[in-house]
């Protein structure tokens, strides 16, 4: 195991207090892993979701109301902190928005943050919560969806790379599940799925929108999160040797929606409606196709187990 993943938010359930953190940094360093922080302010958003559900505040957009930038923002400053103190271990932080004001004058100080960003967040705002009941709670995930001025502080991170990489824990609850909340969204299971469009989503509006070139597209899309986790070159690579997995666009097709081909059962696909050039065309692996268009062509058993890599010691 060379990374884990730990919670700044959520407290009584998954939150961890600064000092265990830190330990588990330090932990971390020794073992060669990374440790992926989910980056808010638990205690201040656990206050503010109670204060808004007793005011009868039960929307979905009460999701977003309880979860303002300066909650993610703080809790991105600490973790920085934390990381960047003598023993402490890389931190992979699931933060946005505020936080690249944070991050890009320090990444010099010995390589040890890397910070990715989620799909849905580059292309969705925070007017998704002002839909109808069933369609907002589809967009009940942490972070929330933020004003749309704010994705170009995104687009303008990845660019430049304060953002490595665009990846998602992709939670792909069924719409029923999300009615569990129809009448207090802080009863509805916090996330959603992703992991089937960040191609298509990249593509048609980084680099057709010119704001991405081909190479960072593959590097944020496939590279940096195989170094990242220890698997390249055997994965984010086509070099001999490796898994050789490709997957590739289609970029000459007229406009269309952008999930309309993604496997699916849950439901819940948060860029439906979403309208785009650029179909995923079939995939392949080691000379051998693995997916045609909306069908996995899989074998049981076919797969390898992949050891990663532990990290090197942080510099300095």
């Not at 989910?38 to 977003?64: F, I, K, M, Q």
């Not at 890389?90 to 928005?97: A, G, K, M, N, P």
């Not at 009863?187 to 469009?197: D, L, Q, S, V, Y």
Request: proline share 8%; net charge positive; charged share 30%.
């Amino acid at each position: 195991m060379t990374s884990l993943k730990l919670f700044m938010a959520y407290p009584d359930r998954l939150m961890l207090d600064d000092g265990a953190i830190f330990r588990a940094m330090e932990i971390s360093r020794d073992l060669g892993a990374i440790v992926c922080l989910h980056a808010e302010t638990g205690n201040v958003v656990d206050a503010l979701v109670r204060g808004a559900v007793a005011a009868g505040h039960t929307a979905p957009r009460y999701h977003a109301a309880t979860r303002p930038p300066e909650v993610e923002a703080e809790a991105v400053q600490r973790a920085i902190t934390l990381a960047s103190s003598p023993g402490a271990r890389s931190t992979s932080s699931t933060c946005r928005r505020r936080a690249p004001r944070y991050t890009s004058p320090r990444r010099d100080a010995a390589d040890r943050r890397v910070r990715r960003d989620v799909p849905a967040v580059l292309c969705l705002d925070e007017s998704a919560y002002e839909r109808d009941l069933m369609e907002a709670a589809k967009y009940v995930m942490s972070p929330p969806l933020r004003p749309r001025w704010m994705q170009a502080w995104l687009w303008e991170a990845l660019e430049q790379a304060d953002l490595q990489a665009v990846g998602t824990d992709h939670c792909p609850f069924w719409l029923r599940d999300k009615a569990r909340g129809r009448d207090d969204f802080s009863k509805m299971p916090n996330g959603a799925p992703g992991i089937e469009h960040r191609l298509a989503l990249l593509y048609d509006r980084g680099v057709r929108a010119g704001r991405l070139s081909w190479p960072r597209l593959v590097d944020v899309f496939a590279a940096a999160p195989a170094r990242i986790f220890g698997l390249y070159p055997k994965k984010g690579a086509l070099e001999p040797g490796s898994d050789r997995r490709r997957r590739g666009v289609r970029s000459g097709n007229p406009p269309h929606d952008l999930d309309g081909d993604a496997p699916d059962a849950c439901g819940l696909r948060p860029v439906r409606g979403l309208r785009g050039r650029g179909r995923r065309r079939n995939g392949r692996c080691a000379r051998r196709g693995h997916r045609r268009a909306r069908d996995v062509r899989g074998r049981a058993g076919r797969g390898t187990f992949l050891r990663r890599a532990p990290h090197p010691p942080p510099r300095g």
